[in-house]
């Protein structure tokens, strides 16, 4: 049984209500055709009046309400089935690139992702809300028909017997080949929508590069592809239809002959019988045809699903975090990092052999050239990604025997680019700090971040809401939302990926004295550009190609290898002192 059948199935009540609306439907179209060909006979054959006729009648209307009724809750049923199950994957989609944000977000487009995430589990709601009731339905109903043209005098039992599994075997025939070509459909759908939401988020750039024209090409060709792959799949679900149709005519053209001869021909068969059978042929092709459609979207779903399985069971290397011990808050804990080795996943980037010692409220520089590993180590010190091998120690114990949420509540992480989400500054501030802090600290921590200023400008200061991505905020305005967010957590080890790009003075001269007054209650780790950081620093790591080639104060360094002494003077201009 594939997946997306369990997941049907493991919603045990939803699944026996979809049966019971089917036998119920079943019956009711039964006794629908039973009472109105009774109505006809009566009032054709045996003259009857009003009045005999009139209790059947209500039945029958009865019976057309119920239908209908019933019809309806089986699609509720199936529409709230398909909304539980996608809320589910959605679920275990964003766990799943909540787990590894990282990794997730480093490796394949963000657009795809989201692609994944909306659009691809959109397009398994068919299989939940249309195929599966489809399938109970198409199993009970036909059957039900069945056994009550049998009751008749006629052999047109035999002829739906032998004319039905043309229906099934026309669409499994069809429906591989469609298979393919949504899957295909679904691929260019993913490489679309990921190449668009990319190109979108680019697009200043890409203008800056002038290569704007280029990508309007390529997002013309793929959005053509797409258009193609669209009209594929539809060109081949208009021609099942086609042949379904064409299939259920003739069957029951096949079954009105043979009653037309017992009627006229060999006079074996009431008229009551001929009409009875003759109004629920139809109905009992029609179910099989409804599963014919439902079966291609239910195809549609399995190639969407492909995707999201593809994308669960991508590989990610989880970081492993124990449960044995708490990271107290007490001071600075105390780290070593031995034997570290680390690779990523694609490409040939490792991190090797690197040892370094970190005592308690040291403040350390990693320096090095662009793509030396600087940002890598960052990360992995951080606990963001899973060192290959080696250990990385804190307080004398590996880090992996440490319970998760105690190490990040002792650190703060301040990236090139800090990422602000919707909300106000306030709440941008107070995430990952303790939930219970009041206003008044929220507003000390941002007044030494230096953003005091900034928030009085504002209509609605520190509640003023900024956008996603900190929209409305400058370079130098995030990193000091950052800023305050460590002010405000007082975390005991801070990590900090200095910007590269050139801040504005008063944000430099901010992140200085911030620097400064948060190191004293805590280590200080910083990616440093700076001549300041770095000659401030109690420690500097000096990485190349992932090497840690010297390790030192900077007078120290600058006597000690020339390599070094080589790079901040390129760095800084010469004007080294
Ligand atoms: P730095 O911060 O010193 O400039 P990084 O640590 O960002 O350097 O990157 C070091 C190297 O690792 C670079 O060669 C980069 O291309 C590579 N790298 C960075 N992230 C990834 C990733 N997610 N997958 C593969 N390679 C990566
Ligand atoms: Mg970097």
Redesign the pocket.
């Known amino acids: 049984m594939n997946q997306l059948k369990k997941m049907a199935f493991a919603e045990r009540r939803t699944m026996l209500l979809l049966v019971l609306f089917a036998c119920l439907s079943g019956v009711v179209i039964v006794f629908q055709a039973y009472y109105f060909v009774k109505i006809v006979d009566l009032v054709f054959l045996k003259n009857a009046s009003f009045g005999v006729i009139e209790h059947p009648l209500w039945i029958l209307l009865a019976l057309l309400f119920a239908r209908v009724l019933f019809m309806y809750a089986a699609r509720r049923t199936g529409i709230r089935l398909a909304s539980k199950v996608k809320g589910d994957i959605r679920r275990l989609l964003f766990v799943k690139y909540a787990k590894n944000p990282i990794q997730a977000s480093l490796s394949g487009q963000t657009g795809r992702k989201v692609s994944t995430a909306m659009d691809a589990v959109d397009e398994i709601d068919s299989y939940f809300s249309s195929y599966i009731p489809q399938i109970i339905q198409t199993a009970i109903v036909p059957v039900l028909i069945l056994l009550a043209v049998f009751t008749q005098p006629a052999f047109s039992g035999l002829l739906m017997l032998i004319t039905a599994p043309f229906i099934p075997i026309f669409m499994a025939i069809i429906g591989i080949k469609t298979q393919k070509k949504a899957e295909n459909q679904m691929e260019k759908m993913a490489a679309f929508s990921g190449h668009f939401l990319d190109t979108l988020q680019g697009l200043t750039t890409l203008k800056l590069f002038g290569r704007a024209r280029q990508q309007r090409e390529t997002i013309r060709k793929s959005s053509f592809d797409f258009r193609d792959a669209t009209m594929e799949v539809l060109k081949i679900a208009f021609i099942s239809s086609l042949t379904l149709e064409f299939i259920s005519t003739l069957s029951i053209g096949l079954i009105a002959f043979e009653l037309c001869l017992r009627l006229v021909v060999f006079k074996n068969i009431s008229f009551f019988s001929a009409f009875f059978i003759l109004i629920l042929a139809p109905d009992f092709y029609l179910s099989l045809k409804d599963l014919g459609n439902a079966f291609h979207s239910g195809r549609g779903s399995k190639g969407a699903f492909q995707k999201v399985a593809d994308e669960l069971a991508q590989e990610e290397r989880s970081i492993l975090w124990g449960t044995v011990h708490l990271l107290k808050d007490s001071s600075p804990p105390a780290l070593e990092i031995q034997d570290l080795t680390f690779t990523y996943d694609e490409g040939d980037f490792a991190i090797k052999n690197l040892n370094v010692t970190i005592p308690p409220y040291e403040k350390i520089a990693i320096v090095g050239p662009n793509g030396s590993g600087?940002?890598t180590l960052l990360h992995i010190i951080a606990g963001l990604l899973e060192p290959t091998a080696g250990v990385i120690r804190v307080n004398n114990k590996s880090r992996t025997e440490y319970e998760e949420e105690s190490w990040f509540n002792q650190i703060s992480y301040i990236s090139?680019n800090p990422y602000l989400f919707s909300g106000t500054i306030a709440e941008n501030i107070c995430l990952g700090g303790d939930p219970q802090a009041s206003m008044k600290d929220v507003e000390l921590a941002a007044q030494k971040a230096g953003l005091s200023k900034m928030i009085q400008s504002l209509e609605h200061g520190i509640d003023t809401t900024i956008g996603e991505a900190g929209r409305g905020l400058s370079g130098g305005e995030k990193q000091r939302v950052a800023l305050a967010r460590a002010f405000l957590k007082q975390p005991s080890l801070i990590l900090f990926?200095e910007p590269t790009t050139g801040l504005d003075l008063y944000t430099e001269q901010i992140l200085q004295a911030s620097m400064c007054e948060l190191s004293k209650k805590s280590t200080v780790i910083t990616?440093a550009h700076r001549l300041y950081t770095i000659q401030d620093a109690d420690q500097i790591l000096f990485l190349k190609n992932g090497r840690l080639v010297a390790a030192g104060r900077h007078d120290d360094l600058i006597e000690r290898v020339t390599e070094y002494r080589n790079m901040v003077h390129v760095q800084q201009g010469g004007g080294v002192k």
Request: aromatic share 0%; no cysteine.
């Open positions: 600087k940002t090139q990926d990616v």
